[in-house]
């Protein structure tokens, strides 16, 4: 499978984040775009499937094409952009700044909250004809969906809201996971089952994703799910997403540029150093 050691990967980490701070405004907005797009594809599917079958586990092995389609294509997540474009900040690469950091993720950002609204409205148009029947079981399952994870966190404050926070956490933690496994290897078939397995984790655990959530609570609003767009944003993706945040950078990319990239020298090597200063 062509492996690769940790200090070889977390450095092609840092080079992927300086890559993306200056990839250009179009290519940026696009491959944003088609990353959201892809994924919310991916979550209609596993939802369809999950709703049809009754397996949440069949649906979970499944979800992870997409991640692994839009990877291949080298198309972005906000998710990943969280984990990997800061580290080619705190490394100080030539022209890797803050300013670069926003427009980064600000640019991300908008491109698959696009992706994924344009996939809501496809994916309600065609359950419903145009919006002249009713969308079936599935439409009632997105609707369950979106007001339980909404109105669900709402009714329990504060706690809520840290709850959704830390599933938001989780989520990155196993996804950023995903994105630098694949790293690990040079081979398509070892970089997709690195990825699929903690991608089927988060799915079946019901962490929090928020590229996921800009289709999928869109998406219930339209099926007729019972809650407003201030409610969805408050109670589910501005925690999502601060956790996302937090996942990623904290839990995979700095643990990993810490102690790989900047890896300290072991005791015997030090121990060896002074031998030779003390022999002159």
Request: aromatic content about 14%.
């Amino acid at each position: 499978m062509a492996y690769l050691e940790p200090s070889e990967f977390a450095t092609k980490m840092v080079d992927s984040g300086e890559q993306k701070i200056f990839m250009s405004t179009k290519d940026t907005y696009i491959r944003a775009f088609m990353a959201g797009a892809i994924l919310a594809l991916a979550a209609f599917f596993a939802i369809t499937v999950i709703t049809k079958t009754g397996s949440v586990i069949l649906g979970a092995c499944l979800f992870p094409v997409g991640f692994i389609m839009l990877y291949l294509m080298k198309f972005d997540l906000l998710t990943g952009v969280f984990t990997l474009v800061p580290l080619a900040v705190i490394d100080k690469r030539p022209g890797c700044t803050m300013n670069e950091l926003w427009r980064n993720w600000g640019l991300v950002f908008i491109g698959n909250l696009s992706g994924a609204l344009m996939v809501a409205f496809f994916a309600s148009f065609i359950l419903t004809y145009g919006y002249q029947i009713d969308g079936g079981a599935v439409a009632e399952k997105v609707s369950a969906i979106g007001e339980s994870r909404t109105l669900g966190y709402k009714e329990q404050g504060v706690l809520g809201w840290m709850t959704i926070f830390i599933r938001g956490m989780l989520c990155n933690w196993m996804v950023s996971m995903g994105v630098v496994g694949a790293m690990i290897s040079t081979s398509a078939g070892s970089k997709m089952a690195a990825m699929w397995m903690p991608i089927m984790l988060f799915f079946y655990m019901a962490f929090e994703h928020s590229i996921v959530n800009m289709f999928l609570f869109p998406f219930s609003m339209i099926m007729g799910g019972d809650f407003t767009i201030m409610e969805y944003i408050i109670w589910n993706e501005l925690p999502t997403a601060l956790g996302n945040l937090v996942g990623g950078f904290l839990l995979v990319g700095l643990p990993l540029y810490l102690t790989h990239v900047k890896e300290s020298k072991s005791k015997k090597t030090k121990a060896a150093e002074g031998s030779a200063v003390a022999a002159l």
